[in-house]
């Protein structure tokens, strides 16, 4: 048997951010129509250092097929070790046979982004020209990319607890692809909030990052960082204000402090989350309706991101010859 290798910088060369973006469409809208297996991930906890995760999904519209490892270790950073490790195994859904093995962790980072492209694509107001960034990591980049693959935008902001690294990742990324040279490391965090168009968070905070209160009509919101139910990025005043769309209704109920938080308070109800963004995919719900209404998008990362974007990966790997082919 044999197995295809792909590093890091093959993932980089074989998922482009404008194709992921249309991988996670489709995926969300396989998830939401009933075509897709994607049993809740399992979950092993190390006490004070980080988690390891489990997630198989099945796209039986496009036969993807892939399991995930992942592991998020938020105490890697006091050891310039990256937050998030990850390998994804692709599948033959033909035969069964293993096909290839990914670097996850570039992968994780790219399908992450794309799902806030594709939200940011359906939910934002065609006209937003600024963006906000909460973050200044691996997750934080591919946010700001995909925003910009979505949107003309010509202002960004970043905000960030280390402000070497937001100031390096200011550098690195002003003027890369279609993200503007215009890119500046906040000072005054809620003057940037009450300018924003988008707002992304990309953090490991257990508290709200942002008050809701200073958010202007008509806003949308990526949160991507809470994985947990103890971790809450966005406040309770952003979700009360907010159209709510989620990647997975039954993962956000399982795993969003962000939403789970408010719910056991009583603060909303279980029908304040509007619809998966699958549903806005296919039509079967509308998405923003009307230039004012504030959206929030609550991804906390589903299998089927994998799969897809390892199904693309893998396609246009084997098309540009990329990566390691071993015999097992």
């Known amino acids: 048997m ?9 993932v980089v060369q074989a998922l482009p951010m404008a194709e992921a973006i249309e991988g996670m469409k489709g995926a969300y809208a ?8 994607m049993p ?26 892939a399991v995930k490892v992942v592991s998020v270790f938020p105490q890697n950073t006091a050891v310039e070790m990256p937050i998030i490790h990850a390998l994804v195994l692709v599948v033959d859904s033909t035969t069964g046979r293993p096909q290839a093995l990914l670097e996850g962790g570039t992968l994780t980072a790219i399908r992450t982004g794309a799902a806030s492209g594709a939200a940011t694509d359906l939910l934002a107001r065609p006209d937003a020209t600024s963006v906000l960034i909460f973050g200044s990591g691996v997750q934080a980049r591919t946010q700001l990319e995909a925003v910009c693959t979505v949107r003309e935008i010509k202002k960004v902001h970043i905000v960030s607890l ?28 809620d003057m940037v909030v009450a300018e924003a168009d988008i707002i992304c968070t990309a953090t490991t905070s257990s508290t709200p990052v942002f008050d809701g209160r200073l958010i202007k009509p008509g806003t949308h919101i990526n949160g991507v960082g809470s994985f947990t139910p103890e971790m809450q990025e966005v406040d309770l005043v952003t979700v009360q204000r907010a159209l709510v769309v989620v990647d997975s209704r039954t993962a956000v109920l399982a795993e969003a402090g962000d939403l789970i938080i408010p719910l056991e308070n009583g603060d909303i109800n279980e029908d304040h989350i509007f619809a998966e963004l699958g549903e806005v995919v296919s ?18 990362g589903v299998a089927v991101q994998d799969a897809a974007a390892a199904s693309i990966t893998l396609k246009n790997a084997l098309n ?5 082919t071993i015999s097992l």
């Open 30 to 37: 396989q998830l939401s129509t009933g075509q897709a297996t």
């Open 40 to 65: 809740l991930r399992s979950r092993i906890d190390v006490p004070g250092k980080g988690s390891s995760l489990v997630m198989p999904a099945y796209l039986a519209e496009n036969g993807a097929l």
């Open 2 to 10: 044999k197995l295809r290798l792909l590093s890091a910088t093959d």
């Open 283 to 300: 039509g079967y719900l509308p998405g923003r309706e009307s230039q004012d209404q504030i959206t929030f998008f609550k991804s906390v």
């Open 320 to 324: 540009q010859d990329l990566g390691t």
């Open 162 to 189: 280390d402000r070497q690294q937001a100031e390096e990742f200011a550098a690195e990324m002003a003027g890369k692809g279609p993200i503007p040279t215009a890119i500046s490391v906040a000072e005054h965090v």
